[in-house]
């Protein structure tokens, strides 16, 4: 089943970026693409060459944050499922993750096994 997940990385930081890409492929999973930020990413699902079944996504990014990107996706792609990261896991970004359109939250502290179940789980819903 891993083989058939798609997962898009939408991460400003190019290092964590890198890095979520190099866990996403020894899970199994395919990386259907990775970007630095939600323009980027919505130009990606656009194009129709590219839609995931889940996205990993910054809440924290330039020209267009997290929780305007899961907004956009949950409105025009609600199949997608959305895993909002971030550093900072206040109680206000978790819930503004969550009302915007996010599955779940994760902080960026996380266990590559819990994200893997979290991956797995969500795709079969």
Known sequence: ????????????????????????????????????????????????????????????????????????IKENYPSIKIIACSLDNSKYQIEESLRSGADLFFSKIFSSADLKAAIISLSSK
């Open 1 to 72: 089943m891993e083989n058939s997940i798609s997962v898009a990385i939408i991460e400003n930081n190019s290092m964590f970026r890198e890095t979520l890409c190099h866990l996403m492929i020894r899970f199994g999973f395919m990386v259907a693409f990775e970007a630095e930020n939600g323009k980027v990413a919505i130009d990606h699902i656009k194009s129709g060459q590219s839609v995931p079944n889940v996205c990993i996504l910054d809440i924290n990014m330039p020209i267009m944050n997290g929780f305007e990107t899961a907004t956009w």
